[in-house]
DNA sequence: CGGCTCGGAGTATAAACAAC
DNA sequence: TTGTTTATACTCCGAGCCGC
């Protein structure tokens, strides 16, 4: 929380309270809950009309209570078979298991306090790791052997030998199509001043000085869906499923790729100064890009998984706003543990990876529709601004992958550290299984998402500039149906989550 | 005094576990 | 199958603090 400041409060624990006769309301809203106070079942309520907060008073999304649900080490598990984990020293660390009490007490060098929040919870107690093919040994050391974070930078600062360098800060934000904020990565902290925890939950425009800046986008976003669906008479408002879960349970990279058949929208955000934080923290103006997502599925032109549709924001500090001193220290914390080799260290730089100049970021994604897929993961971060892509395959992506990596410790996939087949450049190349298509039940076809044609649509050219807000081409590439899941344990949890039914019977 | 923050009591919910 | 235990998240009471 807030350092409270001054001295522990003095509270005494003796004190009963009593019953309170009034029920509670199932949901209190967003203000009453930051303020932990009672709150009714009117929207906006009582105490927000009262003190004329009316316009941010909305219901929050819950969490799942009760107990986590339990992880066996070694499911055998039909979905995964795991081929040969019994031989400990072939496998030194499949898993990592953390009893709570051991868990670190710093994640990513922040306060407890703050990267535990449970409003982060992650469910997994253990740590499982394994390669989805049987000649895939696991790079154990890569990671982090602590609880996975919630936590995660779109901008890293890549250190090679004693060389620092870094593209601008770039903050991204997963939002719902409601514009409520999923997740946020770690230079919330640094370009605003919130800590992403902060962010959780609320509506973007809460957190801006003109709301209707990103209303407008919004609408324009909305707009575009309209459009992709007029053909389809059957679907009639976005209604996405899409929850902050989704995107906790799900890789950032992942997330950031762009739904086929996405626009892009450019507009200038102008934050509000974060209260309560020392006083660098003034408000910030933006650079922001908006784009679905098509991280969880959702397709725009083959009108899939529509469903899981969620808006994607990055932001860097506007150019043309004062110049901001990039800040030296190495963003954030160190995503490696200090006891990990270097290995993620000795990629050459990574100077303007995340570079912010006139490119779309809506241009190229994988190409990929079958089920199993090696799919490369920079290409998914090339859905970033100013990505540099080439070949799929080319020694740049791979470079990439592995700067992907060094962001994203937990979400790291499973990788080969001996074989790579085309280079000596350290390789990462995903296998991933998508996971609703479940190899292994015949009867059991979880819904929708086979999706064996890509979308017809020719490739738009990459050469495109935007104006303050300016519809780029759609996005034409198609887009695989589901994406990576580097994780098994990962993706056991998420298919359990999602599907518990079939992944019962598979059981 | 009113508003704000926040510790924590009481409660709801869900999974694991035990008993039948 | 049902009841209990355990673990987590939620609401909101009530106390301290602060500015007016
Ligand atoms: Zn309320
Ligand atoms: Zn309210």
Redesign the pocket.
């Known amino acids: 929380?807030?350092?409270?400041?001054?001295?522990?409060?003095?509270?005494?624990?003796s004190?009963?309270?009593?019953?309170?006769n009034?029920?509670?309301?199932?949901?209190?809203?967003s203000n009453?809950?930051?303020?932990?106070?009672?709150?009714?079942t009117a929207r906006p309520c009582k105490r927000c009309i009262?003190?004329g907060?009316s316009d941010s008073c909305y219901?929050?999304?819950?969490?799942?209570?009760?107990?986590?649900?339990?992880?066996p080490p070694f499911a055998t598990n039909s979905l995964t078979s795991l081929p040969s984990l019994t031989a400990p020293s072939a496998v030194p660390a499949y898993y990592y298991p953390y009893p709570?009490s051991s868990a670190p007490s710093t994640v990513h060098g922040m306060p407890h306090s703050l990267t535990s929040a449970?409003?982060m919870?992650m469910p997994a107690?253990i740590r499982l790791t394994k390669p989805t093919g049987p000649a895939l040994p696991v790079l154990a050391p890569f990671l982090p052997p602590s609880p996975p974070s919630p936590c995660f930078e779109m901008t890293k600062s890549q250190r090679v030998g004693s060389t620092s360098t870094k593209g601008p800060t770039m903050l991204t934000i997963f939002l719902t199509l409601e514009l409520l904020c999923g997740r946020a990565s770690d230079e919330c902290m640094e370009l605003l001043g919130y800590h992403p925890r902060d962010l959780a939950y609320q509506p973007l425009e809460q957190f801006l000085m003109n709301p209707s800046d990103l209303r407008q986008v919004q609408q324009k976003l909305m707009a575009s869906y309209r459009h992709h669906v007029s053909a389809s008479p059957a679907i009639t408002s976005p209604a996405s499923t899409v929850s902050s879960a989704d995107h906790f349970h799900t890789a950032p990279t992942t997330l950031l790729e762009i739904a086929n058949g996405s626009s892009t929208f450019k507009t200038r955000l102008a934050f509000k100064p974060a209260?309560?934080r020392h006083g660098d923290a003034s408000g910030a103006v933006m650079d922001a890009h908006l784009y679905f997502g098509g991280g969880l599925g959702a397709d725009l032109c083959s009108l899939t998984n529509l469903d899981r549709l969620y808006i994607v924001c990055t932001l860097t500090l506007s150019k043309t706003s004062t110049p901001h001193p990039q800040p030296q220290r190495p963003v954030g914390v160190p995503l490696i543990p200090p006891d990990q080799p270097a290995r993620s260290l000795t990629v050459p730089s990574m100077a303007n990876y995340f570079a912010f100049p006139e490119a779309d970021p809506t241009l190229l994604l994988p190409n990929n529709t079958s089920n199993t897929v090696p799919i490369h993961l920079a290409s998914s971060l090339s859905t970033l601004p100013g990505a540099m892509i080439s070949e799929p395959n080319s020694q740049e992506d791979l470079i990439h992958m592995d700067q992907v990596s060094a962001n994203f410790p937990y979400f790291t996939p499973t990788t080969s550290a001996s074989s790579s087949p085309q280079t000596s450049a350290p390789s990462i190349e995903i296998l991933s299984t998508t996971p609703l298509t479940n190899p292994s039940s015949a009867s059991s076809s979880p819904p929708s998402t086979t999706h064996e044609s890509p979308s017809p649509l020719p490739n738009y050219p990459s050469n495109h500039s935007f104006t303050p807000i300016m519809m780029s081409l759609p996005y034409g590439a198609p887009a695989t149906s589901f994406n990576v899941h580097q994780d098994t344990e990962h993706l056991l949890a998420w298919l359990e989550?999602s599907f518990?039914q079939q992944t019962a019977a598979v059981k």
């Open positions: 929380m807030t350092s409270s400041c001054s001295q522990p409060l003095t509270h005494t624990p004190v009963q309270r009593k019953k309170s009034k029920p509670h309301v199932r949901t209190a809203c009453c809950k930051k303020a932990h106070l009672a709150c009714d009262s003190v907060k219901d929050i999304q819950h969490k799942k209570r009760g107990r986590p649900k339990l992880r709570a449970s409003a919870a107690p209260k309560d989550d518990p």
